[in-house]
């Protein structure tokens, strides 16, 4: 075939005819590329261009190899550009300019399947990358697999993240720990805790990774002891020395469990790392640990010692004065805050609003609320409703805490008024509790806490009709209260 038959190919050729010719092609341009004059390769591959079922990627390295041997500079980079393409959509998030990239190419090979469900995973479109996994007409390879199995993490699809776990047993003979960690991570956002200490005691070697997806798995899902635990086996065994992600996990499972003699440990560990750039990550890590567990002065301390300290910086230890009762140290904070040109977020006005409730500074929290959003133009959420009803609420102001509710521009939630129905049990206005919660009965999206708040004001007050009635609803609507727990420190074991 000549090169200028090239143009002549007809769409209504078949599959078979089309790969023919393709085949012939090819052939013909590896003959050229091979020769004593591969430069005539060049005119061939230009002609190939403008007929896309006459190339593929087989045909990008013949011509780069002709580029190298005949030395056309200019050419090689056109070519090596086309032959990106599909790699630059996908890491500027061009998503659709990819598939058209990956759809102009007769025979991708895995490298471009991977670019591509990788590129729609990262872009959000996860059904899509699993749709195209299950299309693809070449053997996956581990980078594949890391791709899909990012996108069941995100879908929690459980079944197809174990059939590509199965997969990859049967059809992968070298071990990557790179895959290993993808599945570690997709059984840990599944909650499958079970089959992630499994595999994560059977990998054959660990990283850093591996561990610090294993302390923050256990934390995020609620088991910070055993998360403590993990991070103590890794000091033991030395396999891998842990990062900033390791530490502000292990310091979050501290905070829950207010482990404060192990925390402080991390916290000893963490100054003795002079390879360890310390990030406001893990210094706000620190100082929540010692707020949640209750030591606000050495919270401070490590407060003064941040070399930059960020909105999340001071809205922790606001956060922290206020839960210790430390209202109007809370207030001086954030005017130091604005003085140092740290503006507040949602967050920080929670914190403020809370401090301000717990220090009985109503006019303060008040004048709080209304500078949120005319101020800073920031949207009350129902979080910071429900801390405004509380501040009313324990300052035993309950008729204006419900004619505040009543003036909110959104309709109040069962937390809001939770808030409300224990204000009354509080100050026992038996009066208005009946009244709001004979409205809250009626309501949707009512929670077991509040349901549990009811039961039990009525129990205290000899009411056990009343607290029978509460307790037949909640069964009758198959709620359950999560039964609590309180963690103390022994000798520093947790309890």
């Not at 075939?1 to 023919?20: C, E, R, Y």
């Not at 469900?117 to 996994?133: N, P, T």
């Not at 707020?291 to 956060?319: E, R």
């Amino acid at each position: 075939m000549s090169v200028n038959g090239l143009k002549s190919l007809k769409p209504t050729l078949s599959f078979k005819q089309l790969n023919q010719i393709h085949a012939q092609i090819f052939i013909l341009l590896k003959l050229l590329t091979q020769s004593s004059t591969p430069q005539n390769a060049i005119p061939l591959y230009n002609k190939m261009l403008s007929c896309p079922s006459s190339y593929n990627h087989y045909t990008f390295t013949q011509a780069l190899k002709a580029c190298s041997l005949a030395h056309p500079h200019q050419k090689g980079l056109e070519i090596h550009a086309h032959n990106s393409l599909l790699h630059f959509y996908v890491t500027v998030k061009d998503i659709f300019s990819a598939h058209q990239i990956f759809n102009s190419v007769v025979f991708p090979d895995v490298v471009s399947w991977t670019t591509i469900i990788s590129g729609l995973s990262i872009c959000g479109f996860h059904k899509e990358a699993i749709d195209m996994f299950c299309g693809i007409d070449v053997k996956p390879n581990a980078n594949t697999l890391v791709s899909i199995l990012s996108a069941c993490s995100s879908l929690v699809s459980h079944k197809l993240g174990k059939a590509i776990h199965a997969h990859s047993l049967r059809n992968l003979n070298e071990n990557n720990i790179i895959l290993d960690n993808a599945i570690l991570d997709f059984y840990i956002r599944c909650g499958s805790l079970a089959s992630c200490g499994y595999l994560f005691v059977k990998m054959p070697k660990r990283n850093v990774v591996s561990w610090t997806t294993m302390i923050g798995g256990y934390a995020e899902r609620g088991f910070c002891k055993e998360a403590v635990s993990v991070f103590q086996e890794m000091e033991k065994t030395k396999e891998a020395e842990p990062n900033e992600a390791t530490l502000v996990n292990v310091l979050s499972a501290c905070s829950s469990i207010s482990a404060l003699s192990f925390g402080k440990y991390v916290h000893s560990y963490i100054s003795t790392r002079y390879d360890l750039s310390v990030s406001n990550l893990v210094g706000n890590a620190v100082i929540n640990m010692y707020v949640k567990c209750g030591d606000v002065g050495i919270a401070i301390q490590v407060f003064n010692m941040l070399a930059y300290k960020d909105k999340i910086s001071w809205s922790t230890v606001i956060s922290g004065l206020a839960m210790n009762g430390c209202g109007r140290q809370a207030l001086q904070l954030f005017s130091l805050m604005i003085i140092n040109a740290v503006f507040p977020d949602d967050v920080t006005f929670i914190a403020l609003i809370s401090a301000c409730s717990h220090g009985g500074l109503v006019d303060q929290g008040l004048i709080l609320f209304k500078a949120m959003s005319t101020v800073y133009e920031i949207v009350p959420q129902m979080q910071h409703y429900a801390c405004v009803v509380d501040m009313y609420g324990r300052a035993g102001l309950l008729e204006e805490a419900e004619a505040f509710i009543r003036e909110m521009p959104i309709e109040a939630e069962w937390s809001v008024w939770g808030a409300l129905l224990n204000a009354c049990r509080i100050h026992r206005n038996d009066e208005m509790f009946d009244r709001i919660r004979q409205d809250l009965v009626n309501k949707k999206g009512v929670s077991v806490g509040t349901f549990a708040l009811m039961s039990n004001t009525f129990a205290g007050a000899d009411r056990w009709e009343d607290t029978n009635k509460i307790r037949d609803e909640i069964r009758r609507m198959g709620l359950k209260k999560k039964t609590g727990c309180s963690w103390i420190e022994v000798n520093p074991s947790i309890f």
